[in-house]
T-cell receptor, first 114, second 115 residues
Framework: ETGVTQSPTHLIKTRGQQVTLRCSSQSGHNTVSWYQQALGQGPQFIFQYYREEENGRGNFPPRFSGLQFPNYSSELNVNALELDDSALYLC?????????????FGEGSRLTVL | AQKITQTQPGMFVQEKEAVTLDCTYDTSDPSYGLFWYKQPSSGEMIFLIYQGSYDQQNATEGRYSLNFQKARKSANLVISASQLGDSAMYFCAMSRPKQGGKLIFGQGTELSVKP
């Protein structure tokens, strides 16, 4: 069983640039959620994708957008990067969108914005 | 609005001893789920234990147990027989009904296990 994988693991961008982060969900999981974890904080929910549709969004501006593909992998895109976007971005997959249960997290993509 | 509070930024425990990590929550939903995750320095969040709001008994998973006190809105994690590998950040989280994958996390507690 393949776990959740994220790429890239580390990246550095400058303010105003755009970034795309990628996530491959665990086999058989059709739901992917993205979280932002600033240094010293708990993760914050960005949005969730279920069967290629956005299924809920946290308190993040529209410059945070995403996609889910037919194989349930997902992308997180952030436009017009700001210094405060520096964080660990975590992807998590789950087998069901409706039942609260264990989330399977990747190791994250650590973004630094200079 | 839902909220999770972890009041212990850091904790120390001697190897082989038990430790309790505190978590209180606030919600108006009668149905909810409570989770504990471990985050080592690698960054990956590792699921430890889950408690549903209607579960009658406290959840246990190996050395982990969840001390669920619904009236007090607390969901403390108890780790028995601490090991050096338990040193990590620990996060308490809550989900809303029928919203799998959308968790609200606390600020975390950094646990250090001393040899």
């Amino acid at each position: 069983e393949t776990g959740v994988t994220q790429s890239p693991t580390h990246l550095i961008k400058t303010r105003g640039q755009q970034v795309t982060l990628r996530c491959s969900s665990q086999s058989g999981h059709n739901t992917v959620s993205w979280y932002q974890q600033a240094l010293g904080q708990g993760p914050q929910f960005i949005f969730q994708y279920y069967r290629e549709e956005e299924n809920g969004r946290g308190n993040f501006p529209p410059r945070f957008s995403g996609l889910q593909f037919p194989n349930y992998s997902s992308e997180l895109n952030v436009n017009a990067l700001e210094l405060d976007d520096s964080a660990l971005y975590l992807c998590a997959s789950s087998p069901s969108v409706r039942v609260a249960g264990e989330l399977f997290f990747g190791e994250g993509s650590r973004l630094t914005v200079l | 609005a839902q909220k999770i509070t972890q009041t212990q930024p850091g904790m120390f425990v001697q190897e082989k001893e038990a430790v309790t990590l505190d978590c209180t929550y606030d919600t108006s939903d009668p149905s909810y789920g409570l989770f504990w995750y471990k985050q080592p320095s690698s960054g990956e969040m590792i699921f430890l234990i889950y408690q549903g709001s209607y579960d009658q008994q406290n959840a246990t998973e190996g050395r982990y147990s969840l001390n669920f006190q619904k009236a007090r809105k607390s969901a403390n994690l108890v780790i028995s027989a601490s090991q050096l590998g338990d040193s990590a950040m620990y996060f308490c989280a809550m989900s809303r009904p029928k919203q799998g994958g959308k968790l609200i996390f606390g600020q975390g507690t950094e646990l250090s296990v001393k040899p």
